[in-house]
């Protein structure tokens, strides 16, 4: 019978040490898995946010159509004017550069090539996956929540104004849920907002709230 519960003894302690060390390693690895979902969903936001201000150089306007943007990345492009000649340097100390220059122009000493360059070779390069860019990493598919419009501003300026997010309910799915609840709470003192996002609706700015 002792021997049965000195078993029985050796067997909680190590149930109980297991215990210990889980409820001590749970949110260690809680937060390591956070990080590299946050880190990669980081990432796309700032690829989205590239292209759209390529969408906006040329627009004058955001756009809050996942569709339209990608398409805009495999078709669109850039228009880059190279000067071809020399502005003389006489003319640069006397007239100063816009002037030397507008001169250059019409004596022909300078001229003017414009040509296109791909939207996705000067972002992203060749065999980027831009059909990805509107998914959350590390979600069974969930999109991006992607607004977009223009506000006007205390001195009667019209401002574009872009918002893309994700709810950490979306890209922490499948975690303990309540260290998610935790973190959350965390998020929500610092930043305000429980996820992951840049811009804002309300303002025009293109800060990531992670910056």
Do not use: H
Not at 19 to 27: A, H
Not at 68 to 73: C, D, E, M, N
Not at 182 to 211: C, P
């Amino acid at each position: 019978m002792r021997r049965v519960i000195q078993v029985l003894f050796v067997l909680i302690i190590i149930i109980l040490g297991y215990l210990i060390v889980e409820s001590i390693m749970e949110p260690i690895r809680f937060n390591q898995e956070v990080e590299v979902r946050e880190k990669a969903t980081i990432d796309r936001l700032i690829d989205i946010r590239d292209a759209q201000k390529a969408y906006k150089d040329i627009y004058k306007r955001y756009t809050g159509s996942f569709d339209t943007l990608i398409s805009f990345l495999d078709t669109g492009s850039f228009a880059v004017v190279k000067a071809i000649g020399e502005i003389p340097e006489e003319w640069l100390d006397e007239l100063g550069f816009e002037k030397a220059r507008e001169k250059a122009l019409t004596e022909g000493v300078i001229s003017r090539e414009t040509t296109r360059v791909p939207v996705m070779d000067s972002l992203f390069g060749v065999g980027y996956p831009i059909d990805s860019l509107r998914y959350v990493p590390y979600t069974d598919d969930v999109v991006f929540t992607m607004e977009s419009g223009e506000i006007l501003t205390s001195s009667n300026l019209i401002v574009q104004v872009i918002e893309v997010s994700v709810l950490y309910n979306d890209l922490l799915n499948g975690m303990d849920e309540q260290l998610i609840v935790n973190y959350k709470d965390e998020r929500m003192k610092i930043v305000g907002f429980e996820g992951v996002k840049f811009g804002s609706m309300e303002e025009g700015t293109l800060t990531g709230n992670w910056e």
